[in-house]
């Protein structure tokens, strides 16, 4: 979950991760720890962090009064700009 929210949180002037980098957190991650993922743990991973990352574009569009662009670098706006790449994450 962390892979699909990690540079949107907490810091001013914070933005939604990019395709890349939630599937280069993923990698990352992967390469780390003690036991690397399954085949079959890899799909679910990159499930997970979209999950979150549609979740959190959800939360933006409730907030977001009728008839106005989404913020820019918001979660919404990275979903809204990246076509199916959130969905079709691999790494």
């Not at 939360?59 to 979903?79: I, R, Y």
Request: hydrophobic share 45%; with cysteine; glycine share 6%.
């Amino acid at each position: 979950m962390s892979a699909g929210s990690h540079t949107a949180g907490g810091a001013a002037n914070a933005v939604a991760p990019t395709v890349e980098q939630v599937a280069a957190f993923l990698s990352d991650y992967d390469e780390r720890q003690s036991i690397p993922f399954t085949r079959d743990q890899r799909p679910a991973a990159a499930a997970a962090a979209s999950w979150v990352f549609a979740y959190n574009a959800r939360c933006d569009a409730c907030l977001l009064a009728a008839d106005t662009e989404p913020v820019k670098g918001s979660v919404l706006e990275a979903l809204l700009t990246a076509d199916r790449g959130y969905l079709n994450l691999s790494f």
